[in-house]
């Protein structure tokens, strides 16, 4: 069974920053690409910041040049360093993993984590 775990959200004031991290098990022998989305309240989700395996990277036009997305392969994890955080940023941050492909999977699959808080105060 494929598991995403995420970590690092919280309360920050404007202008801090926190990190994200989300670690995928699950006799994993792949990952296409893995990112990160954000839903605030009564919005749609909606993606932050994606990374695929050979380090290509994309992000939200509101997140470029705060936001950073990394990721380790061999731990199959990936990070979101969110700098300079506005109180726009407040949602509950979802982590994604695409193209998984396990000894116990037939097929590619994609999954999702739990989400977790992200809260920016004024």
């Known amino acids: 069974q494929v598991q995403l775990v995420e970590s690092g959200g919280g309360l920050v004031q404007a202008g801090g920053s926190l990190r994200l991290s989300c670690a995928a098990s699950?006799?994993?022998?792949?990952?296409?690409?893995m990112g990160w989305y954000r839903q605030a309240p009564g919005k749609q989700r909606e993606l932050v910041a994606r990374?695929?395996?050979?380090?290509?990277?994309n992000y939200a036009d509101s997140v470029k040049g705060r936001f950073t997305i990394s990721r380790d392969n061999a731990k199959n994890t990936v990070y979101v360093q969110m700098n300079s955080l506005k109180p726009e940023d407040t949602a509950v941050y979802y982590c994604?993993?695409?193209?998984?492909?396990?000894?116990?999977?037939?097929?590619?699959?994609?999954?999702w984590g739990q989400g977790t808080q992200v809260t920016v105060s004024s």
């Open positions: 990374i695929t395996s050979g380090g290509s990277t």
């Open positions: 699950g006799n994993i022998l792949s990952i296409n690409a």
């Open positions: 994604t993993a695409q193209g998984v492909r396990s000894t116990t999977l037939l097929y590619p699959n994609n999954y």
